[in-house]
């Protein structure tokens, strides 16, 4: 189905507009915004995580520029699930408008309460179940129990005068969950008698042949992790992984060791997690991590974040010998999660300075300590079987996925030209059956920096990226503005590179020839100047050490 870069027209009556504002073509920032008879449901919002070539960014946010002089046209923000690329942007966007009602389920909104504390925002929350039915403005909602790697996750049918849609956030198929609770293939099968007109489907493992390993398999290796390990278990996974922290818990235990969690987070959500039940916690196991000092090695267990290697993260300062932790010889660290494509080298280094500094690193490509929280391609496929949708939009996944997620689509008997696979900005209109791309909204990337949000733009992170790679110069020169010459030499401050006091002679040379030039053109207004020294200084550096540095020029008239 072909693209288009237009503006969307006006939506016609009878249709509904389905436009991602995020997570497509990415693992991360999902948002997703339907719009029917004036009203806007938005599903999710998320954040994406920072690879390296984005430095300084705490986390990316989806643009939402396009719902500007639209927030009060939102009826609700519906969320699926409580992981951080689905809730970790709401409170981003209640700075925006206050009182949007946030629908999800009631770990969903417990572990948003307490990250909107820190933003001292009090949220107007409805808490459902699976199995509820809730109407909002002209979207009638219904909620199905799907299978995650967070408990209380939900699929969303949400039915209007344009048609039913169904939508299945992020879910697998585990036939043996560890809290009992499985993806309603019968709801499925029930809307799929129905008639669904659209099918948003989660996509991250659609390239991944068979069905994903199910949770329970994995308490034989991570209870031989304890069994063995001489001295302290440390687990790393994502602060919100309820499920895992579980068989950690459990295992712990069973062999004699107490549980301390590290990082706020993680401290937060487990928290959260124990008082409403969904964490099980035997009496006196859990304690406090300065106990953790006056207990033997052998009996301890520590439970922090940072499996993704983020460097301001619990674990990567362990690995670094930059956390109040000390990793050492015999220590055994534990990476309990999944590697989120782009994160591969950040998660290597830690994996390097941990087992540098004696400590036997565990993790997926090693041990089966971890399995996907989403659904394989044999999984997928019998979806598709069930429902039987109409039109199908993949979601939730990189190009790869996406297009992966697609074919199995087709070969299930869905017709090619209903399938768009779509990027972020894309317009997606169902009318009468059909889904068409109508056009595109404007879609960036938005950056938080501390408490700047939006400040930082492509530019800026390309300017940082070379004061990390390319070393920074500033100069300061002392000019003559009547006669435009250099009253003495100038001082050069350099970062990033090696130097001594005669590196720049020729630096200064080649500035006292090229404003030899600009005075005998009449040139003296200041900013010229500099601009002038700059690109001599830049030129210089560029063929002596093949460096494009960043050159600060300040000209001081004399």
Known sequence: ????????????????????????????????????????????????FPEEHQPGVDVILPDWTSLRDRLADIVAVVLTHGHEDHIGGVPYLLRERADIPIIGSRLTL??????????????????????????RGPFDLEFLAVNHSIPDGLAIAIRTAAGLVLHTGDFKMDQFPLDGRITDLRGFARLGEEGVDLFLVDSTNADVPGFTTAERDLAPAIDEVFRTTPRRVIVSSFASHVHRIQQVLDAAHTHGRKVAFVGRSMVRNMAVATELGYLKVPAGLVVDIKRMDRMP?????????GSQGEPMAALSRMASGDHSIQ??????????????????????????????????????????????????????????????????????????????????????????????????????????????????????????????????????????????????ITVVALIDTDTGHLTEPPDYIAHGFEHDGSTFTPATAAIEKSLAGAAERGVKDIEELERLIGREVQMWAQRTYRRRPVVIPVVVEA
């Open 1 to 48: 189905m072909a693209r288009t870069s237009a503006p969307p027209p006006p939506l016609a009556p009878d249709a509904l507009r389905v436009t991602a504002l995020g997570g497509l073509g990415e693992i991360g920032r999902n948002m997703t915004v339907f719009e029917h008879d004036g009203k806007l449901l938005v599903v999710d919002c998320g954040v994406l």
């Open 110 to 135: 417990s572990l948003l309460r307490a990250k909107l504390v820190e933003h001292r925002i009090t949220p107007v929350t409805v808490e459902v179940a699976e199995g509820q039915e809730l109407t």
């Open 297 to 305: 090695v052998n009996q301890v267990t520590l439970v922090c974040t």
């Open 327 to 472: 990793v050492e010889e015999g220590d055994t660290v534990l990476l309990a999660s999944s590697l989120i494509p782009g994160n591969e080298n950040a998660i290597y280094r830690v994996i390097n300075g941990l087992t540098d500094l004696g400590a036997k690193v565990v993790h997926k490509g090693n041990a089966k300590v971890h399995v996907s929280g989403h659904a394989s391609a044999g999984e997928l496929v019998y979806c598709y079987n069930i429902v039987q949708p109409a039109n199908v939009l993949p979601v939730h996944g990189e190009a790869r996925h996406l297009r992966a997620n697609a074919e199995l689509a087709v070969r299930t008997g869905v017709d090619r030209a209903r399938v768009p696979i779509a990027a972020n900005g894309d317009v997606i209109d169902l009318q009468d059956g059909r889904v068409t791309v109508t056009g595109k909204v404007e879609v960036h990337n938005v950056y938080v920096d501390g408490q700047t949000v939006g400040g930082v733009t492509e530019a800026s992170l390309a300017q940082r990226r070379t004061l990390g790679e390319e070393g920074v």
